[in-house]
């Protein structure tokens, strides 16, 4: 699957406000904004072994309902593979990245 050139505002969810992807996908220039997750991945969650490109996307002001300290607002994998490049954070913060506490946890790549 390819998403390009969407803009992702106001969604919600328990696990990534704006996309839960599943599936191995590419994420070409969106715009995340005000996204929140009630749990993990306030703009994206990636799960299911899935491998993803997120490039030349802008993140702003995602975040987590409940505020996990181990829980991304912009981008969380869990058992799956998140390669980011080229992505900025439209309001001058850093973008936020993070992980599960699994040993399949699969990892983030960021160039």
Same mark, same amino acid.
């Not at 390819?2 to 919600?12: E, L, R």
């Not at 996307?57 to 181990?70: A, I, L, P, S, V």
């Given at each position: 699957?390819? !998403?390009?050139?969407?803009?992702?505002?106001?969604?919600?969810?328990?696990?990534?406000?704006?996309?839960g992807l599943r599936v191995s996908s590419t994420v070409k220039g969106c715009t995340f904004e005000n996204n929140q997750g009630f749990y993990r991945g306030g703009g994206i969650n990636i799960g299911n072994g899935? @491998?993803?490109? @997120? +490039?030349?996307?802008?993140?702003?002001? &995602?975040?987590? +309902?409940?505020? %996990?300290?181990?829980?991304?607002?912009?981008? %969380?994998?869990? &058992?799956?593979?998140? !390669?980011?490049?080229?992505?900025?954070?439209?309001?001058? &913060?850093?973008?936020? %990245?993070?992980?599960?506490?699994? +040993?399949?946890?699969?990892? !983030?790549? !960021?160039?």
């Open positions: 699957m390819v !998403i390009t050139d969407s803009k992702f505002t106001g969604g919600f969810a328990n696990h990534g406000g704006a996309l899935a @491998v993803v490109k @997120v +490039e030349n996307c802008t993140f702003m002001n &995602n975040k987590n +309902e409940q505020g %996990y300290d181990f829980s991304s607002s912009d981008v %969380y994998t869990c &058992n799956a593979t998140a !390669i980011v490049s080229g992505c900025v954070d439209g309001s001058g &913060n850093a973008i936020t %990245y993070s992980t599960c506490h699994s +040993e399949d946890s699969g990892g !983030i790549t !960021i160039k």
